[in-house]
């Protein structure tokens, strides 16, 4: 159980494009998804944390504007990039978290790896 | 703010060694602390999750221990094999669980 899935795994876009990317619970309602976001030789930072059915909660220096998020159901949510430019490419990992768990743990899904051209 | 900070930064060994690998965090206001494991290109596997009331956690091959009051985690693999090869991520989880800082990780490499 707990499994997360993202989708694409991988993208390819011109300069000025909008991406999205989705995170989906397989097998478990998540109130609650997070998105990272991972450069070459860096650690996971945390982006935004999402809640269905409100706004989400970016970190300092994440333009809201740029990342949209939309957590429209308890198994899904998307994250749009915006007029991607070169700089927006990276590693983008998603996870939810489980109710179930004793934990409050996040599974996390694979990644999506963005190339902006 | 939180740090956490993972030494080494990479680590060769020969297959069948023990060895021992280092997470440290500044704050000790923990809710959880986490190791995963990531392979090239791919997303976080998860290894084994600490409670911040727990001072060990076990599974198969791998122990970590959790050190509030000195802000240490260690991962300890036994027996090493080719296939641990991978980068592995300590995770701290603060904040009410919410808040969680990464590691840079720690990249091994074990040789046949």
């Known amino acids: 159980g707990a499994v997360v899935s993202q989708h694409p795994s991988w993208v390819i876009c011109k300069s000025g494009t909008s991406v999205k990317i989705e995170c989906r619970s397989l097998d478990f309602q998540a109130t609650t998804m997070f998105w990272y976001r991972q450069f070459p030789k860096q650690s996971l930072m945390l982006m935004a944390t999402s809640n269905e059915g409100s706004k989400a909660t970016y970190e300092q220096g994440v333009e809201k504007d740029k990342f949209l998020i939309n957590h429209a159901s308890l198994t899904l949510s998307t994250l749009t990039v915006t007029s991607a430019h070169p700089e927006d490419s990276s590693f983008y990992i998603c996870s939810a978290r489980d109710l179930r768990s004793l934990y409050n743990e996040q599974f996390f899904g694979p990644g999506t790896r963005l190339t902006v051209l | 703010k939180q740090e956490v900070t993972q030494i080494p930064a990479a680590l060769s060994v020969p297959e069948g060694e023990n060895l021992v690998l280092n997470c440290s965090f500044t704050?000790?206001?923990?809710?959880?602390l986490q190791w995963f494991r990531q392979d090239p290109g791919k997303g976080l596997t998860s290894l084994l999750l600490i409670q911040s009331s727990q001072r060990e956690q076990t599974s198969g091959r791998l122990n970590a221990s959790l050190d509030k009051s000195s802000g240490r985690s260690t991962l300890y693999i036994a027996a090493s094999q080719p296939g641990d090869s991978a980068t592995y991520l300590c995770a701290v989880f603060s904040g009410g669980y919410q808040k969680v800082t990464f590691g840079i990780g720690t990249k091994l490499q074990v040789i046949p």
């Open positions: 704050d000790s206001a923990i809710y959880n």
